[in-house]
């Protein structure tokens, strides 16, 4: 279970996760998925509700399921599927120990989930357990290492090292997106894949994207940098000044912005 969980609760952070979905909804919620009309998915760690809502609109006749460890992004994913005229059964619990039975459902889902998880292993093995045989995984995950810029910034890399501090010491695994393969086929799942998708904008063919991406990242970067001055008691002004440096490259006409994120699926 995650010790100190870096996002936190608030309606802000609700919002933000929205808007984080609409943001990847054609290039990594929906991306390559394949879901039937009456098969049933649950997806783990699913917060405000804001993946189930975007599944739940492109797949209709789905069955949806979902679980949260806070009460209050249950209540909000109630409220926002209600408002999408969307049915789910959805459960405040530990993903650790789901409260379905074997062999419950088709298709799990995961996304900017497994991160934030000291034995995602153990979550991976329930995961298992509820799918159906023949069942389908499907996560997303990044690897925090590989967001970068140009031009080139220390402060950003200082901020970038920082953020992976964080990560590690709220009992989260900053670099998890490269071990989903290894996760999975440890977990049992056979037909393992694991894709590393690139996202890459530079300011003189796409400044919209790149200044859409910084915009993304910055949503959830800057809050956490009051957190990590109180935790390791680090200098707020680099921390800042490699805040600024990420956003100017949106000014730069020789910007450019790229992260990896990985996508991988298992079948049980
Ligand atoms: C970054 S949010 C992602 C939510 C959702 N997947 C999305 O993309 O909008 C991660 C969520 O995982 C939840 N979480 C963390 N540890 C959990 C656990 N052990 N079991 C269930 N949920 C957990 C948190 O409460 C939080 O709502």
Redesign the pocket.
């Known amino acids: 279970?995650?010790m100190d969980?870096i996002?936190g609760?608030s309606d802000d952070e609700q919002k933000r996760?929205i808007q984080?979905?609409e943001y990847w909804k054609n290039d990594l919620i929906v991306r390559d998925i394949n879901y039937n009309s009456g098969e049933s998915l649950l997806?783990?760690?699913?917060?405000?509700g804001?993946?189930l809502g975007i599944l739940g609109t492109a797949f209709p006749g789905l069955k949806f399921s979902g679980?949260?460890?806070?009460a209050k992004?249950i209540n909000f994913a109630s409220q926002h599927l209600k408002q999408l005229g969307l049915d789910a059964d959805l459960k405040i619990?530990?993903?650790?120990n789901l409260p379905w039975q074997d062999n419950s459902f088709d298709h799990v889902y995961?996304?900017?989930?497994l991160e934030?998880?000291s034995n995602p292993l153990k979550?991976l093995q329930e995961a298992i357990r509820v799918l159906k045989p023949g069942g389908t995984i499907t996560l997303t995950e990044t690897d925090y290492r590989t967001i970068v810029i140009s031009p080139d910034s220390e402060n950003y890399l200082n901020l970038n090292y920082s953020l992976c501090e964080l990560l590690i010491q709220s009992g989260g695994n900053p670099y998890m997106g490269q071990s989903l393969g290894n996760l999975l086929t440890q977990s049992g799942f056979k037909t393992v894949v694991n894709n590393a998708l690139t996202f890459h904008y530079f300011s003189r063919q796409d400044p919209k994207k790149v200044t859409g991406f910084i915009d993304y990242v910055s949503s959830w970067l800057a809050p956490t940098i009051p957190q990590i001055v109180e935790k390791f008691n680090k200098d707020s002004e680099s921390l800042s000044a490699g805040l600024n440096d990420f956003h100017n490259v949106k000014n730069n006409p020789d910007g450019a912005v790229t992260a990896v994120i990985y996508r991988a699926t298992g079948i049980k």
Request: one cysteine or more; aromatic letters at 12%.
């Open positions: 279970m995650n969980y996002h609760y996760l984080q979905a997806e783990i760690g699913c917060g405000a804001a993946v679980i949260d460890l806070e992004q619990g530990n993903a650790s995961a996304i900017w989930f934030h998880l979550v």
